[in-house]
């Protein structure tokens, strides 16, 4: 009898473990709430009759395309390489006519904003393979963009690495107004993160000017607990100090060794700035 049950332990653990690592899981950057507004990022988004990548195309949607999340489909998940989103239904306009159908979570924005009269989107919009600079061999990068749309315009746009999936847990996108650098009329702020220690969160500066979008230098941080730590990030020119033409990169490295002590290191340089692009000093 103790074998039998033993047996019969082992199988169900087995096919737990199995069903475990068929499972799919959805990444939280492309978690929506429901009856709230969303805008489509990827252009040529499929509107779909089922909330699956078999079911018949009923339409399609631009970029900018605001669309109503109606409900989310919890149990149905779609990974695309490292970006996995579920499945929601929608509603949106097209003219005079309402319609409804699924999209797929991971074609929506992850943040939008407006202004000046133009809306910026934030998204994801693929994965590739990229050289490892640690090992020798490829890994995974998801590649994430903004886009600065007037209406279904596009006007310029630019793109930046994101890490894996597991980078993918919450992200944010902000404007902020108060650099005072010459020609910049505003800065976006794109973040993406993960939860767990040991993940690092990517940061990533845009400055907007002349309708032109300027990527800087991608920030990074992570750290494990109280073990150890790597921050990096921009000091730039506030109302105080008037119109600028530099902006400082610094960072900060702590590791405890054997004994417990924290050894730290800082560095910087500054990056200057010339109305329209940036060059180390």
């Known amino acids: ?71 989310k489909e919890e149990e149905a998940v779609l990974r695309l390489g490292e970006r996995g989103a579920n499945w929601y239904k929608v509603s949106y306009q097209k003219g005079d006519a309402i319609s409804e159908g699924y999209i797929w979570g991971g074609n929506l924005c992850v943040g939008f904003r407006n ?11 693929k994965t590739v393979d990229r050289k490892s600079k640690e090992y020798n061999g490829v890994e995974k990068q998801n590649i994430a963009g903004i886009k600065m749309m007037e209406g279904n315009t596009l006007i310029d746009e630019v793109y930046f690495d994101t890490g894996r999936g597991e980078e993918l847990s919450y992200g944010t996108f902000t404007i902020e ?3 005072k650098l010459q020609n910049v009329e505003l800065t976006l702020k794109a973040i993406v993160s993960g939860e767990a220690c040991g993940i690092a ?76 692009s940036y060059q180390l000093k």
Not at 115 to 125: A, E, H, T
Request: net charge neutral; charged share 25%.
């Open 1 to 71: 009898m103790k074998s039998l049950l033993t047996v019969l332990c082992l199988l169900f653990l087995q096919l737990f473990s199995a069903q475990e690592e068929n499972m799919i899981y959805a990444d939280g950057v492309f978690s929506f709430e429901e009856n709230k507004p969303q805008k489509v990022f990827t252009d040529w988004t499929r509107v779909r009759k089922e909330p699956n990548v078999k079911s018949q195309v009923t339409d399609s949607l631009q970029t900018n395309q605001q669309v109503m999340i109606l409900k």
């Open 115 to 125: 202004k000046n009269g133009y809306d910026f989107l934030f998204g994801l919009s």
């Open 177 to 179: 107004s108060g650099h």
């Open 201 to 276: 969160s990517y940061s990533q500066y845009v400055f907007f000017r002349n309708k032109k979008l300027v990527a800087l230098p991608q920030l990074t941080n992570v750290g494990d607990a109280d073990v150890y730590y790597h921050t990096e990030e921009f000091v730039f020119p506030n109302d105080k100090g008037g119109i600028s033409n530099a902006f400082i990169f610094k960072t900060e490295e702590m590791e405890k060794d054997d004994n417990d002590r924290e050894k730290k290191k800082h560095s910087s340089k500054t990056y200057l700035w010339n109305g329209s």
